[in-house]
C-alpha cells in the first residue's frame, strides 16, 4: 500500500482554512493518523482512527475520511500551525507514513 | 507525565556499529498495552519506522534493516536500545524514540525528541 499526500507544499495564512488530502493505494478503512512536525522537533500525534482527534489537540484540528480518501483540516490557521503533516497508515507491516504536506506562510 | 530520551553515538565512520537508548520516564516498558519503537528521519526528509520491542521482548523489525538491526530492552533500567551493524551514509538520519499504541489503532505518541546520527568517513 502506498501513501500520498497533496498538496506537497502548501502556502497559507493566519485564519485560512486549510485541508490536507492523503490517499492509500489500496483501501485502508479508517486506519490512519495525522501528524505535525515542527522545524527541529518530534513529530506530534494529532488525529488517529481518520477521525479521533488525539487529547489535547486544539478543536481547529479535524479528520474525516474512510477507505482510500482522507483530509486533515485546520480551520483557521494559527501561527503555531506553521509545519510539516505526515499522515501515516496505522495497523500496517510494516508501519507506513506519507511523504508529507510543509504547511508555511 | 511520560517522557522518553534518546542518547548515543552521534558520528561514525562507515562500516561501524551505531547504538542508542532511549530512557523511559512515567511508564514501565514492561506494561503489557504498548509497544517501543524506534523511528527514523534523514535531513529533509520522511519517517521511516525501524523496530519494534514489546514487554515480552519480542522484537518487530523494518524488513528492509532485519539483517543489520537488533532491538533490545532493559526492564531494570527501563530502556530500550537500538544496534544498527555496518552502517553507511545512507543511515545518516535523526532517530527517534516513541512508545506505541497497541489498541485498536497503533499509533505513536509521544516521542522522544530524537538524536542526529551522522555517518561520514
Known amino acids: 500500500i502506498q501513501l500520498t499526500q497533496s498538496p506537497s507544499f502548501l502556502s497559507a495564512s493566519v485564519g485560512d482554512r486549510v485541508t490536507i488530502t492523503c490517499r492509500a493505494s489500496q483501501d485502508i478503512t479508517s486506519y490512519l493518523a495525522w501528524y505535525q512536525q515542527k522545524p527541529g522537533k518530534a513529530p506530534k500525534l494529532l488525529i488517529y482512527g481518520a477521525s479521533t482527534l488525539q487529547s489535547g489537540v486544539p478543536s481547529r484540528f479535524s479528520g474525516s475520511g474512510y477507505g482510500t480518501e482522507f483530509t486533515l483540516t485546520i480551520s483557521s490557521l494559527q501561527p503555531e500551525d506553521f509545519a510539516t503533516y505526515y499522515c501515516?497508515?496505522?495497523?500496517?507491516?510494516?508501519?507506513?507514513f506519507g511523504p508529507g504536506t510543509k504547511v508555511d506562510i | 507525565q511520560l517522557q522518553l530520551q534518546e542518547s548515543g553515538s552521534g558520528l561514525l565512520k562507515p562500516s561501524q556499529t551505531l547504538s542508542l537508548t532511549c530512557a523511559v520516564s512515567?511508564?514501565?516498558?514492561?506494561?503489557?498495552?504498548?509497544?517501543w519503537n524506534w523511528i527514523r528521519q534523514p535531513p529533509g526528509k520522511g519517517l521511516e519506522w525501524l523496530g519494534y520491542?514489546?514487554?515480552?521482548?519480542?522484537?518487530f523489525y523494518n524488513p528492509s534493516l532485519k539483517s543489520r538491526l537488533t532491538i533490545s530492552g532493559d526492564r531494570s533500567k527501563n530502556l530500550f536500545s537500538l544496534k544498527l551493524t555496518s552502517v553507511t551514509a545512507a543511515d545518516t538520519a535523526v532517530y527517534y524514540c516513541a512508545r506505541g499504541s497497541t489498541s485498536a489503532f497503533h499509533f505513536y505518541d509521544p516521542w522522544g525528541q530524537g538524536t542526529l546520527v551522522t555517518v561520514s568517513s
Open positions: 520491542i514489546f514487554h515480552t521482548g519480542n522484537t
Open positions: 512515567g511508564d514501565s516498558i514492561s506494561s503489557g498495552e504498548y509497544s
Open positions: 501515516q497508515h496505522l495497523n500496517t507491516y510494516p508501519p507506513l
